[in-house]
């Protein structure tokens, strides 16, 4: 089933923190429907660009999900995905473990603390307007998650000789509240599953992607639908991507919806 990557809703972030109706509206029809919406660089190439051994000093270790590496490797027998990962945990700041924060490019550590500040508040807003559309007053989901635990994670895909043997990220869903991604613009990797389909998601300046993850789909007892996505390689490009997740959200590896299922209520 072929989509056109028009398609994928676009929400006016400006105009849901006025509340205005229509708007939410769209939102709601995007949860429902998608999963997914786009809302309307870089120190982090730089660091993926240092020599190995320099990013090896702050390697993920086997025992941990903060540092440089390849996340959610559980055997030897298992395929890789085609990417490198930075992960951080960045709220609340005492779950933080610095020695995993990058030393260089200079100026990162700030760039990442800026960054998070400014994707907690895009997040808050987000978390009012969603609580409007469940039905809810808009401070419910924020009082529900007391602290929003929030994780930076920065994926990169260096070139591939052979792209349509490798994904990027394999298909997945994300296990927190919402994943809020920013896109490189010029690159064309991220696709999400949609009515059996895999559309891509054309980067739209000054936008941010935003991903239903497991906890809005439990919460609206399946009304609206996390998303299922993968990124696909280009052949001789370059990728940079910045994911953050709230509730300390990981990724799911494994593929299906079995567990959110198991953990819906069911309606009266």
């Not at 509240?177 to 009515?195: A, F, K, S």
């Amino acid at each position: 089933m072929s989509h056109l990557s028009s398609e994928v809703p676009v929400i006016n972030l400006s105009l849901l923190s006025k509340g205005n109706k229509e708007e939410l509206m769209k939102l709601d029809l995007a949860c429902k429907e998608w999963g997914f919406f786009q809302a309307i660089k870089n120190a982090s190439a730089e660091f993926f660009a240092l020599p190995l051994e320099e990013k090896n000093n702050i390697s993920m270790p086997p025992d941990d999900v903060q540092g440089y590496g390849h996340a959610y490797v559980v055997s030897e027998e298992q395929t890789l995905d085609w990417s490198d990962a930075l992960m951080m945990l960045v709220y609340p700041s005492r779950f933080r473990k610095l020695r995993f924060w990058p030393t260089e490019p200079k100026g990162y550590k700030q760039t990442i603390e800026t960054y998070s500040t400014e994707v907690k508040k895009v997040a808050v807003e987000l978390l009012g307007s969603l609580s409007l559309i469940m039905g809810m007053e808009k401070g419910a989901l924020l009082e529900l998650h007391k602290e929003l635990g929030q994780a930076l994670r920065v994926n990169y895909y260096p070139p591939c000789r052979m792209p349509d043997s490798v994904l990027g990220i394999s298909p997945h869903s994300d296990a927190g509240t919402i994943t809020i991604l920013m896109q490189e613009d010029d690159v064309v990797g991220l696709q999400i599953l949609h009515r059996g389909g895999w559309v891509p998601v054309n980067p739209l300046p000054n936008s941010l992607v935003v991903n239903v993850g497991d906890i809005i789909e439990i919460l609206s007892n399946g009304k609206y639908k996390k998303y299922r996505a993968q990124s696909c390689d280009k052949p001789q490009q370059n990728k940079v991507r910045y994911g953050d997740y709230l509730r300390q959200s990981m990724k799911m590896k494994h593929d299906g919806k079995d567990h959110t299922h198991m953990a819906k209520i069911e309606s009266q």
